[in-house]
């Protein structure tokens, strides 16, 4: 036997060897190739679905959004009808217009005073839930979250009796006590649908800030108590900090749904007169897609509005971001 055979391992001593080592044995190309294709059997299912309800419509709404309809015989009342491209002429026509301008300028308003408030309610009502001296927290944990099973349409419906003169138990009690009041009026409207949107999503929040809290762990309090912090000290100094991914979560859920507000005043809109169909953007691009005919403008409108969620969402997301670095 010479003596490079000497010098040369045996395969078990190589194997020995690469675990004294830590070295992995090198996978076979077909378990590889095995392993991409199985990875991929689960991804490809969600990115159908991800193409289909979330690629497709915006490119749709983009195209749409780039276009016009050209109708041909006396003053356009032909029966043959073309789409051409139109640029971007449909969002010239959408900024142009005062009413789609006016609707967003009120819900920034709306937002800018009830998301705020959603957001200090839901707050208290969870630590509140969580404390230790809480009685009853799955009877309220359960009423609270009531308001959002209700669908947004019924919600308003139910409020709307509550709202109307003649039949309203809080008109009539307001009355008794010499106070006029109109839920229904144009300097109130606005905010009784800030009701019925606080009542309906309070809930909701509520639970989000919960399920954070569950993760606190419980050593963090004990610590704090032994420590001799009081109740608001520890919701103050440990909960909230601790929270806060949960509390930007939910503010950024209410500014996309702020933007999107429509069940509401389309429900409340035959009762009330000061409700028209440019009282909200997502009214607006709604009422000229089909009370209008005019889906191109619609889609613009549609498209500007995905625009100002993402930018003020994006927004809120870079400021909070900055402000915990500068803590940090």
């Not at 309203?168 to 008794?176: E, F, H, M, R, T």
Request: proline share 5%.
């Amino acid at each position: 036997m010479s003596r490079d055979t000497l010098s040369r391992p045996e395969p078990a001593a190589r194997q020995r060897a690469g675990k004294a080592t830590g070295s992995r044995p090198r996978r076979a190309p077909r378990t590889e190739a095995r392993n991409a294709r199985v990875a991929a059997g689960f991804v490809l299912p969600f990115l159908a679905l991800f193409g289909l309800c979330f690629i497709a419509p915006i490119g749709y709404a983009l195209h749409q959004s780039l276009k016009k309809t050209e109708r041909t015989g006396p003053l356009g009342l032909g029966g043959r009808e073309q789409e051409v491209f139109a640029g971007l002429a449909n969002y010239a026509h959408a900024l142009a217009d005062d009413r789609f301008l006016t609707g967003f300028g009120r819900v920034l308003l709306f937002g800018a005073v009830q998301i705020p408030l959603m957001i200090v309610l839901a707050t208290a009502l969870a630590l509140l839930l969580e404390s230790a001296s809480a009685r009853g927290v799955a009877f309220f944990r359960s009423a609270f979250f009531l308001p959002y099973g209700v669908p947004g349409v019924i919600a308003s419906i139910l409020w709307g009796f509550l709202y109307v003169p003649g039949i309203s138990p809080l008109v009539k009690i307001a009355d008794s006590v010499g106070w006029d009041v109109d839920f229904l009026s144009r300097g109130t409207v606005l905010w009784s649908l800030a009701n019925i949107v606080t009542w309906q999503f309070t809930g909701y929040n509520m639970l989000v800030l919960i399920a954070q809290l569950k993760a606190v762990p419980g050593e963090l309090y004990e610590a704090a108590r032994i420590d001799g912090a009081s109740a608001w000290q520890v919701a103050r100094h440990i909960k909230l900090p601790l929270i806060r991914p949960a509390l930007v979560l939910t503010t950024v859920f209410s500014i996309i749904g702020t933007l999107q507000l429509f069940a509401e005043p389309m429900v409340l809109r035959p009762l009330a007169s000061s409700i028209d169909s440019g009282f909200t953007p997502n009214l607006h691009a709604y009422s000229e897609a089909f009370v209008g005919n005019n889906q191109h403008v619609a889609a613009a409108e549609a498209v500007l509005l995905a625009l100002v969620a993402c930018v003020l969402s994006f927004g809120f997301l870079r400021l909070v971001g900055g402000r915990a670095k500068e803590r940090g």
